[in-house]
């Protein structure tokens, strides 16, 4: 089994809706939780840190669940400019600085 | 201020030829990470430096890959001899302390032909 796992998707949405990915962990003790972005054929971004109480940057929203061992990212109000592949990225184990990435998952906003 | 420097950008060469990578770090990151990422296998870690030092290359395929940071302002990752399945995107990233987001560089699109 994959330490992170993701749905590769594609998701087709359209402008304006609300689209949720979903991305688990199998490692319990795991400490750091992150969501990149890549636009195809450039490296990956950090979109940003997931927090245990649940954050949010504007029209994205990070939710940590450990009893689950799953992280989120919820982007409402989706625009063209977010499409892309969004990776979520885990440290496993406590003071390392490793992360294992999921494989990622494709986004298109249709017009 | 500048981002992880990545050379070349892109490189094709023939299958058995030596291939090098080079990396320049963001200044004062003191982790740095070499990666592969491929259509099969998603983005795969091969190996990290922490203060110059290599802490885990379990991520390296086999010993055809090394890696090398003589100083903290440069890393290279050889593959010699070269073959067509090493043909992927190399990054590298680095990263200021210890589970701190990392930061990539532009990447090398290797084809091994």
């Known amino acids: 089994r994959k330490e992170v796992e993701q749905d590769p998707g594609p998701f087709n949405v359209p402008e304006g809706a609300t689209v949720a990915f979903n991305c688990t962990y199998s490692?319990?003790?795991?400490?750091?939780f992150f969501w990149y972005r890549q636009d195809c054929r450039k490296e990956p971004k950090l979109l940003m840190s997931?927090?245990?109480s649940g954050n949010e940057d504007g029209r994205f929203t990070a939710q940590l669940n450990r009893a689950s061992q799953y992280i989120s990212l919820l982007i409402r109000d989706s625009k063209l400019s977010d499409s892309a592949t969004y990776l979520c990225?885990?440290?496993?184990?406590?003071?390392?600085?490793?992360?294992?990435f999921g494989t990622g998952t494709r986004l298109t906003v249709i017009p | 201020d500048a981002g992880v420097i990545q050379s070349p950008r892109h490189e094709v060469t023939e299958m058995g030829q030596e291939v090098t990578l080079r990396c320049k770090p963001i200044?004062?990151?003191?982790?740095l990470f070499w990666y592969r990422q491929t259509m099969m296998r998603g983005l795969e870690l091969l190996i990290y430096?922490?203060?110059?030092?290599?802490?885990?290359d379990s991520g390296m395929p086999e010993d055809r890959f090394s890696a090398k940071m003589p100083n903290a302002s440069f890393s290279t990752l050889k593959i010699q001899p070269s073959e067509p399945r090493d043909s992927a995107v190399y990054f590298c990233?680095?990263?200021?302390?210890?589970?701190?987001?990392?930061?990539f560089g532009d990447g090398t699109r290797l084809s091994i032909l």
């Open positions: 430096f922490n203060n110059n030092v290599p802490i885990d």
């Open positions: 997931v927090y245990s």
């Open positions: 200044s004062g990151h003191n982790s």
């Open positions: 990233a680095s990263s200021f302390q210890r589970n701190q987001p990392q930061h």
């Open positions: 990225a885990v440290t496993l184990q406590t003071g390392a600085n490793n992360l294992f």
């Open positions: 490692n319990s003790a795991s400490q750091s």
